[in-house]
Antibody, heavy 122, light 112 residues
Framework: QVQLVESGGALVKPGGSLRLSCAAS????????MSWIRQAPGKGLEWVSH????????YYADSVKGRFTISRDNGKNSLNLQMNSLRAEDTAVYYC???????????????WGQGTTVTVSS | DIVMTQSPLPLPVSPGEPASISCRSS???????????LDWYLQKPGQSPQLLIY???HRASGVPDRFSGSGSGTDFTLKISRVEAEDVGVYYC?????????FGQGTKLEIK
């Protein structure tokens, strides 16, 4: 079945780095835009980043621009998020998600992973 | 940034009764292709969010037909014709017209 499984979440000190991964299965990974969406404890949802199906186009929220890097390996059906210079406000559950559409017309996050928890604290 | 405002925030509903959630955007979500780039999601307790409605009114695969989305421009509504116990959770609207894609604050539906 269609599935996304995240890994890599951990407790890290402010200023530290972390790499999240997402393994996709059950669909043609290279056909879809993919995204990372996060949810701080007890809070709502925040769109963090997305990447085009080919990997050539990326987007970052202002809150993470210059610190996070999204990438994908279509040969391995995997999505990654390299997180550097982590701050306390990056503490959240990070969801890997599949997005419908393409280009400037994205709509419907139709598959979500179970999430991986990132805690930034000294 | 487009600001998404939901109401009400807590929504107590008796089983079998209808429910309605409003979502307003600070800018029109009507794309030049005539679709409204507005989605609805439900996050059940302890679970990841799930897609209910996309492009304003299109029900996602597997979503019961008691859920419906309507509206255009800046005003949107999610309706549940008859609430069931399994519908409890937090409902979010999200605009995907322009980056940054933004979510509403979330409406918590609870059973009376």
């Amino acid at each position: 079945q269609v599935q996304l499984v995240e890994s890599g979440g951990a407790l890290v000190k402010p200023g530290g780095s972390l790499r999240l991964s997402c393994a996709a299965s059950g669909f043609i990974f290279s056909d879809y835009y993919m995204s990372w969406i996060r949810q701080a404890p007890g809070k709502g949802l925040e769109w963090v980043s997305h990447i085009s199906s080919s990997g050539t186009t990326t987007y970052y929220a202002d809150s993470v621009k210059g610190r996070f890097t999204i990438s994908r390996d279509n040969g391995k059906n995997s999505l990654n998020l390299q997180m550097n210079s982590l701050r306390a406000e990056d503490t959240a559950v990070y969801y890997c998600a599949r997005v419908r559409g393409s280009g400037s017309s994205l709509y419907g996050v139709d598959v979500w992973g179970q999430g991986t928890t990132v805690t930034v604290s000294s | 940034d487009i600001v998404m405002t939901q109401s009400p925030l807590p929504l107590p509903v008796s089983p079998g009764e209808p429910a309605s959630i409003s979502c307003r955007s600070s800018q029109s979500l009507l794309h030049r292709n005539a679709y409204n780039f507005l989605d609805w999601y439900l996050q059940k307790p302890g679970q990841s969010p799930q897609l209910l409605i996309y492009l304003g009114s299109h029900r996602a695969s597997g979503v019961p037909d008691r859920f419906s989305g309507s509206g255009s421009g800046t005003d949107f509504t999610l309706k549940i014709s008859r609430v069931e116990a399994e519908d409890v959770g937090v409902y979010y609207c999200m605009q995907a017209l322009q980056t940054p894609y933004t979510f509403g604050q979330g409406t918590k539906l609870e059973i009376k």
